[in-house]
């Protein structure tokens, strides 16, 4: 009977060990689960924000660009002096993607003034920093001489986004 008990005991204890080993498998590829989740994440709202940013820098092109000979003829055909009227609708020239100076210079040519120039982090491939990433008013828009125009400026980000479970930005985390 002891060698019984001794042979059940020597069982156990290798069963034992075996669940241990397994329990520390379990719980390394959980934290290798963590780390991967958390990097998809954070390539998620990198995404987010190009795909964001990438609908406002293509919506502004299609806007100016596309049917820019069509109504750079209005805007000539409405440039035709009036009597009485000093002030003058011009287009506001689109300036997303270039660098701050050029822009500025873009808008003064133009006969526009620079109003506030913001910047934005940014966390978007493809966007360089110093860049103008926003107007207002837009490209190709109407308005009088000397009209301001406002800038936001890509800049780098200095934080990191909240990306925990119970975050707004997180919403594959949920399970």
Do not use: W
């Amino acid at each position: 009977m002891k060698a019984q008990l001794e042979q059940r005991l020597v069982e156990l204890r290798a069963e034992y060990e075996s669940g241990q080993k397994f329990l520390r498998d379990i719980e390394t590829k959980l934290v290798e689960l963590e780390n991967r989740k958390k990097n998809l994440n954070e390539t998620l709202l990198r995404i987010s924000g190009a795909i964001e940013l990438l609908e406002e820098v293509l919506g502004e092109e299609s806007k100016s660009s596309i049917p820019e000979v069509l109504y750079k003829e209005e805007v000539l055909d409405k440039q035709v002096p009036d009597a009485g009227s000093e002030k003058k609708d011009i287009e506001v020239p689109f300036v997303i993607r270039l660098p701050l100076e050029q822009a500025v210079k873009k808008l003064e040519e133009a006969g526009l003034l620079i109003g506030n120039i913001g910047e934005k982090s940014v966390f978007v491939g493809g966007v360089r920093f110093g860049d103008v990433i926003q107007q207002e008013p837009k490209g190709g828009m109407l308005v009088e001489r000397e009209s301001t125009v406002d800038l936001v400026v890509a800049k780098k980000g200095n934080f990191k986004p909240d990306l925990s479970q119970n975050s707004l930005l997180c919403p594959y985390s949920k399970h």
